[in-house]
């Protein structure tokens, strides 16, 4: 039974699984359609090695992430908007910068013409979902021209624009384009345009779908949660009673929640009352990942589930530095992407996230960008006076020192 949370925390993930690739599902009684539309969603042909590496990488980046904010603090991510935008500027990158950023994405073994095949498959899938929505879209802003080799290969995946002269009609433009694809969750990704800025990639993906067996707002009630810190407070507590996907071992228990289309759910890991999210994060690897897909099994749950919502914002440049995405930051090769051959590196990659669970389902956004910059703006050391310093006026050919001085607070004249 899942009622009592006595434990730390919760993890939560949103789980993109295949229709067939288990066996536990039961007929359901059908429910009212959300909108008019066929019963099944088409089908992606998606290579195999493709679903493996983006699950190896939002696992990889998840741990990576997690390791940084110790369970503390609530995390959500889309590995998926992540791995699109560093997709699309793969497609620009050529020589080592290309096989950096494949091997992070730990899809280095395909080759960029099947990487992009199963991507525009995966984006028409999901145009077709019958009851929900999953929408995702990638677009590039470049000041430079494109070249056309780089924006044939895109056709599908992405669209590509003119990133505007005026640095702040750019960013309302960028800004107005991913509110407008993540349904006006996400309406700030960039701020002014830098004049060393040469291009943005953007991600942006919006997910709205309904529980098959949606949750009575009637049985929500306020109920004690456990947090990370050891506190406790109420908080509004959805109930319901159902057959549902399970399974428990020593260290968790989990519960798998459908949407109404095919093939889409939400799982919930809760660690044991001897385990926190910490201890939890050692299982969280590809390989147990792969093999607990085979461990559920229906069961009778009275499942008790936190009404939440989350609403954050990543630079991810650290992370994916772990990774193995290293030299693009400071120096890229962007030969494939733009006419002219100007040199560019990464200056940020920055990821922002909302998602809303509650009795009728669960709506979500995400939006990630990838800064690219000219290579002339790369500075050797970084320094920043924001604290006391001395300084001295003097004479260089003659060494003579004219004025000293320590300033412990400025003061404007």
């Known amino acids: 039974m899942i009622g009592k949370p006595k434990t730390l925390a919760i993890v939560m993930s949103?789980?993109?699984?295949?229709?067939?690739?288990?066996?536990?599902?039961?007929?359901?009684?059908?429910?009212?359609?959300?909108?008019?539309?066929?019963?099944?969603?088409?089908?992606?042909?998606?290579?195999p090695s493709f679903a493996a590496a983006e699950q190896q990488f939002a696992l990889d980046l998840f741990h990576e992430m997690m390791k940084k904010a110790g369970g503390s603090q609530n995390m959500f991510i889309s590995p998926y908007s992540v791995q699109q935008a560093l997709l699309m500027t793969a497609n620009g990158a050529a020589g080592d910068s290309r096989k950096e950023i494949l091997h992070a994405l730990s899809i280095e073994q395909m080759d960029i013409t099947s990487i992009n095949q199963s991507s525009r498959s995966l984006i028409q899938s999901y145009k077709t979902l019958p009851h929900g929505e999953f929408s995702a879209a990638n677009s590039i802003w470049s000041k430079p021209e494109l070249k056309k080799g780089f924006t044939d290969k895109i056709a599908g995946l992405g669209d590509a624009y003119q990133l505007n002269k005026d640095p702040q009609l750019a960013a309302d433009e960028v800004n107005a384009w991913t509110a407008k694809k993540t349904g006006g969750h996400i309406d700030q990704i960039i701020d002014r345009v830098?004049?060393?800025?040469?291009?943005?990639?953007?991600?942006?993906?919006?997910?709205?779908?309904?529980?098959?067996?949606?949750?009575?707002e009637k049985l929500t009630a306020p109920h004690p949660f456990y947090a990370a810190d050891g506190s406790k407070k109420d908080h509004p507590m959805m109930t319901q009673t159902n057959r549902f996907s399970y399974q428990e071992t020593k260290r968790f228990q989990a519960v798998k929640l459908p949407y109404k289309d095919d093939g889409l759910a939400l799982a919930v890991f809760l660690p044991k009352k001897t385990e926190n999210l910490q201890s939890l994060l050692k299982e969280w690897t590809y390989e147990n990942w792969r093999e607990s897909q085979a461990r559920w099994e229906m069961k009778q749950?009275?499942?008790?589930?936190?009404?939440?919502?989350?609403?954050?914002?990543?630079?991810?440049?650290?992370?994916?530095?772990?990774?193995?995405?290293?030299?693009?930051?400071?120096?890229?090769?962007?030969?494939?992407?733009?006419?002219?051959?100007?040199?560019?590196?990464?200056?940020?990659?920055k990821h922002h996230t909302f998602i809303k669970v509650d009795e009728a389902g669960t709506e979500a956004a995400a939006a990630t960008k990838v800064e690219i910059v000219e290579s002339g703006a790369v500075p050797d050391?970084?320094?920043?006076?924001?604290?006391?310093?001395?300084?001295?006026?003097?004479?260089?050919?003659?060494?003579?020192?004219?004025?000293?001085?320590?300033?412990?607070?400025?003061?404007?004249g």
């Open 194 to 216: 830098p004049p060393d800025t040469i291009a943005y990639i953007i991600n942006a993906v919006f997910f709205k779908e309904y529980w098959k067996q949606p949750f009575d």
């Open 301 to 349: 749950v009275e499942l008790k589930l936190p009404r939440f919502s989350i609403d954050a914002e990543y630079v991810l440049n650290d992370p994916l530095k772990q990774l193995g995405l290293k030299t693009v930051f400071h120096q890229a090769d962007f030969s494939n992407m733009f006419a002219g051959d100007p040199a560019g590196y990464i200056k940020e990659v």
């Open 381 to 412: 050391v970084t320094m920043t006076v924001d604290h006391p310093f001395y300084f001295a006026v003097f004479d260089e050919k003659t060494g003579m020192i004219l004025f000293l001085g320590s300033v412990a607070k400025p003061v404007e």
């Open 14 to 47: 949103v789980l993109f699984i295949m229709a067939g690739c288990g066996g536990e599902t039961e007929p359901e009684p059908s429910l009212q359609q959300s909108k008019e539309s066929p019963e099944q969603r088409s089908s992606p042909d998606v290579e």
